[in-house]
Nanobody, 125 residues
């Protein structure tokens, strides 16, 4: 089992920045790609960004390209999401996810085996 714990959410004004963190506990499963998904009130969960075990391989949703940056500290089993120029529509619960299949950079929730509880991000003036 792998446990994922997110942190860093909060309230921010439009145009502001936040950095989310997701720490993965050491378990029996080998983790490959890690990703962030978000879910706004009344909407379905959507892909935000992913990073896999191959150096430099990342993927972003079109809505966050150029504003968000995903990074990973393998030694700390932690993935980060730097969010800049935040917009009202970025509001939601941000969840971290981990994939146990190698060499994949999935954008679908079904491709991820482990999930965190989520951290709230509210963009409001």
């Amino acid at each position: 089992q792998v446990q994922l714990v997110e942190s860093g959410g909060g309230f921010v004004q439009p145009g502001g920045s936040l950095t989310l963190s997701c720490a993965a506990s050491r378990g029996t499963a080998r983790i490959y790609a890690m990703a962030w998904f978000r879910q706004a009130p009344g909407k379905e969960r959507e892909f935000v960004a992913a990073i896999n075990e191959v150096a430099g391989r990342v993927n972003y949703a079109d809505s966050v390209k150029g504003r968000f940056t995903i990074s990973r500290d393998t030694a700390k089993n932690t993935v980060y999401l730097q969010m800049n120029t935040l917009k009202f529509e970025d509001t939601g619960v941000y969840c971290c996810a981990a994939d146990v299949t190698p060499l994949r950079l999935g954008m679908r929730p079904a491709e991820y085996a482990y999930w965190g509880q989520g951290t709230h991000v509210t963009v409001s003036s």
